[in-house]
């Protein structure tokens, strides 16, 4: 199976992005596929903010995407647009990093008015990365994620069938290549 690079984009330690991110890549292990998970916020600052791309922390960041089959990049959505730290990563990755992959972009927040931030500012972004595919995204409300004090998250069930939809789309994609998907 493949090779998935989930890429938790969120600032904070007790996220809900980060954790509904881990919840997702335990389904995505089930099917078979290599989940290998990356907490941006784990990156030095002074590496990220000082742009050191010789930094050892941005080298292996930078290999894990050229490993990676796919992606998905989970984030929270601060002021209509990804989180700075995520920003921080997705500027120091070569030009092209996404090449080839197929790409799930997640977000959370805490209102509907934030739902086209994925489209607008996250989409666009993962495109001019070189992504063969991105698949349709989904923005999860905070409301519908329960952390608890294990790590673990309950997820509402409509927000659940909606993330399992999207993920198995995603699952199922990184089966094809574009010029597979195109031709069919």
Do not use: C
């Amino acid at each position: 199976m493949a090779t998935v690079l989930s890429v938790s984009g969120s600032p904070s330690a007790s996220s809900r992005t980060g954790r509904l991110l881990r919840h997702l890549d335990q389904r995505l292990a089930v099917q078979g596929h290599e989940v290998i998970p990356l907490d941006v916020r784990t990156i030095p600052a002074e590496a990220l903010l000082g742009a050191d791309f010789r930094h050892p922390a941005i080298v292996e960041a930078t290999e894990l995407f050229a490993r990676a089959d796919g992606v998905i990049v989970g984030t929270p959505v601060y002021k209509a647009s990804y989180s700075g730290v995520l920003k921080a990563l997705l500027d120091l990755l070569p030009q092209y990093a996404l090449t080839g992959k197929t790409v799930l972009p997640l977000a959370t927040g805490g209102s509907t008015a934030h739902v086209l931030a994925i489209d607008y500012a996250l989409r666009p972004v993962l495109n001019s990365m070189g992504a063969a595919h991105i698949v349709q995204g989904w923005f999860t409300l905070d409301k519908d994620i329960t952390a608890h004090e294990d790590g673990s998250v309950t997820v509402a069930p409509s927000a659940t069938e909606a993330l399992t939809h999207v993920v198995d789309q995603f699952s199922a994609a990184l089966g094809r290549t574009p010029y597979l998907a195109a031709a069919s």
